[in-house]
DNA sequence: TCTGGGGTCCTAGGACCC
DNA sequence: TCTGGGGTCCTAGGACCC
C-alpha cells in the first residue's frame, strides 16, 4: 500500500510571457517568429503613427520593424515558440538573433504592460490558496498542501483547474510541474511546455529527473556545469553516483552536500509567501563605450539620472537604504564595484549621488566604459525606527556641517 | 553575432570588539 | 608579552536566476 505523499509543491511558469502578452495586443502576430528586447527602443514611430485611433490588431504586418532593421547592443529577452524553431533564445544578443532569422519581428520590452498581467495571474492563483511565492514577473511555487483538492491525483486536478482559471483570466497559457519539493517541481515543469502538466513522485527520480542534464538543477549554472563536465559528470544521473565525500573534496563541503542532496531530489526549503528587497539598482548600457575624461560631461548626466532613478524607486515603494554602491563595466567586459556604507539611511537622489561620487572615484577610469550602474543596499522601510537618523550620525551627512 | 537590466545569495579577508 | 578564539560588520567579487 502506498503512503500518500506528504508535500506537493508546484511550479508554475507563464509560457514565452513577455510575448505572449504581446500577442494578446497583436493577435495577427500569432504563429509568426516575434522577438521581445533590443534595450530602449520605442515601437518603430511609423508603425503607430499613420494609424490614428484604429486598434492595434488592425496595424498590418509590414508596419512591424524586423530584426534585420536593428541595430545595436540589445538582448533577447523572450521569443515566441515560432521563433526558437530558428535557435533565437534569451539572452542572445539581438544582431546575432538577426542573423538566425532576419524576418522575425521585434518589439520593445514594455515592463509596465507585464506586470499587470503578472498581477492578473497571481491574482488567480491566490483565490486558491496564499501560500504562493514570487520568483519575478512570470513564475511562482505554490504549496498545494492545504489547498482544496492539492492532492487529487498528485496535483493534477488542482493544476488543471489553475491553468484554466488564468487561461479564462488573462488568456495565457502556463505549464505546471507537481512534486514533493520545488527542486523537483521546477523540473517537472519544464519536461512538457507549453500548457503542459507534469506530476512528478519521488520514484520517478530515476526514470525522469537522473537522464536530464546538470544545467537543469536550479542553482547549476554555465560555470558549475563546465566543471562538471570536467569530470564527465553530463546528467543528473551521473552527479547521483558521485560519492558525496568526493563532491565535497571537489567543492567544499557545503557546495558539495547540496549537490548530492539535488541530484537526488531532496530539498527541504519552504514556499516563503513574503519577501523584503535587500536592494535596489539602476543601470544602463550606453550606446557606444564611454571615457570617464573625453566624455565627462555626458557621463555625469547618466550618472546623475542613474541616482535620481534609484531614489525615485525608493520612494515609491517606501524604502531607505545606507549601503550605496557603483558599478563600472569597461569595454573589455570586465568590471568592477564599490560601495560605501553611511552612518545614516537615505533615499534622497543628492545624497546618494554624493556617495555613489566617491565610490566612482575609487574605480579605475583608464579603460573605456560601457556600463555605469547605481545600486542602494541594507535597505529597511522608510518608516521603521531603523530609518530615523541618530545625532552622532549626522555629521556625516553630505552638506551638513557637524553639531558642535 | 559580441554579450541588457534587475535582483539574490555566497565566499573570503580584514577590521574591530569581547 | 604572547597567544587564542568567536562574532559581526564591511567590502569586493562571482555565480546564478528571471
Redesign the pocket.
Request: charged share 30%; glycine share 16%.
Given at each position: 500500500m502506498q503512503t500518500p505523499p506528504l508535500r506537493r509543491i508546484a511550479h508554475l511558469?507563464m509560457d514565452a510571457?513577455y510575448a505572449s502578452v504581446e500577442l494578446l495586443r497583436y493577435p495577427q502576430l500569432k504563429g509568426l517568429p516575434v522577438v521581445i528586447?533590443g534595450?530602449?527602443r520605442r515601437v518603430d514611430d511609423a508603425m503607430l503613427a499613420d494609424h490614428g485611433d484604429r486598434p492595434l490588431s488592425d496595424i498590418p504586418l509590414d508596419k512591424f520593424p524586423r530584426l534585420r532593421d536593428y541595430v545595436?547592443?540589445?538582448?533577447i529577452?523572450t521569443s515566441t515558440y515560432a521563433a526558437r524553431q530558428f535557435g533565437v533564445g534569451?539572452?542572445?544578443?539581438?544582431?546575432?538573433a538577426?542573423?538566425l532569422c532576419p524576418d522575425a519581428i521585434l518589439l520593445p520590452?514594455d515592463f509596465d504592460e507585464y506586470r499587470k498581467y503578472s498581477r492578473a495571474f497571481k491574482d488567480e492563483i491566490l483565490k486558491v490558496t496564499p501560500l504562493m511565492e514570487n520568483?519575478?514577473?512570470?513564475?511562482v511555487y505554490i504549496d498545494f498542501e492545504f489547498a482544496a483538492d492539492g492532492q487529487e491525483d498528485g496535483g493534477r486536478v488542482l493544476a488543471q483547474r489553475l491553468q484554466q482559471a488564468i487561461f479564462a483570466a488573462t488568456g495565457l497559457t502556463c505549464s505546471i510541474g507537481v512534486a514533493p519539493n520545488k527542486l523537483l517541481a521546477?523540473m517537472a515543469g519544464e519536461i512538457n511546455k507549453p500548457n503542459g502538466i507534469t506530476i512528478l513522485y519521488e520514484s520517478d527520480l530515476a526514470t525522469k529527473i537522473w537522464p536530464l542534464p546538470c544545467?537543469k538543477?536550479?542553482?547549476?549554472?554555465?560555470?558549475?556545469?563546465?566543471?562538471l563536465k570536467r569530470f564527465a559528470i553530463e546528467t543528473i544521473g551521473d552527479l547521483a553516483a558521485r560519492d558525496p565525500e568526493w563532491l565535497a573534496a571537489q567543492f567544499?563541503r557545503?557546495?558539495g552536500a547540496w549537490l548530492h542532496a539535488a541530484a537526488h531530489g531532496r530539498d527541504d526549503s519552504p514556499v516563503h509567501t513574503h519577501?523584503?528587497?535587500?536592494?535596489?539598482?539602476?543601470?544602463?548600457?550606453f550606446g557606444r563605450d564611454l571615457h570617464a575624461v573625453r566624455d565627462k560631461a555626458e557621463l555625469g548626466a547618466v550618472f546623475t539620472r542613474?541616482c535620481e532613478?534609484?531614489a525615485g524607486?525608493l520612494a515609491r515603494k517606501g524604502y531607505v537604504g545606507?549601503?550605496i554602491?557603483i558599478k563600472v563595466?569597461y569595454d573589455?567586459?570586465?568590471?568592477?564595484?564599490?560601495?560605501?556604507?553611511a552612518g545614516f539611511y537615505t533615499a534622497d537622489a543628492k545624497e546618494i549621488r554624493q556617495l555613489a561620487g566617491q565610490?566612482l572615484k575609487?574605480?579605475p577610469l583608464e579603460k573605456r566604459i560601457?556600463?555605469l550602474?547605481v545600486?542602494v543596499?541594507?535597505?529597511v522601510k522608510a518608516d521603521s525606527a531603523e530609518a530615523a537618523p541618530r545625532a552622532e550620525d549626522i555629521a556625516e551627512k553630505p552638506g551638513t556641517l557637524p553639531l558642535f
Open positions: 511558469d510571457f528586447g534595450g530602449r545595436g547592443r540589445g538582448v529577452t534569451s539572452a542572445m544578443g539581438v544582431m546575432k538577426a542573423k520590452v520568483r519575478g514577473v512570470d513564475e521546477k544545467r538543477i536550479n542553482g547549476i549554472g554555465p560555470r558549475m556545469d563546465e566543471k567544499g557545503s557546495y519577501s523584503e528587497p535587500v536592494s535596489m539598482s539602476r543601470e544602463t548600457t542613474l532613478q534609484v524607486d545606507k549601503t554602491g563595466k573589455d567586459f570586465t568590471g568592477v564595484t564599490r560601495d560605501h556604507t565610490c575609487r574605480a560601457r556600463l550602474g545600486r543596499g541594507a535597505l
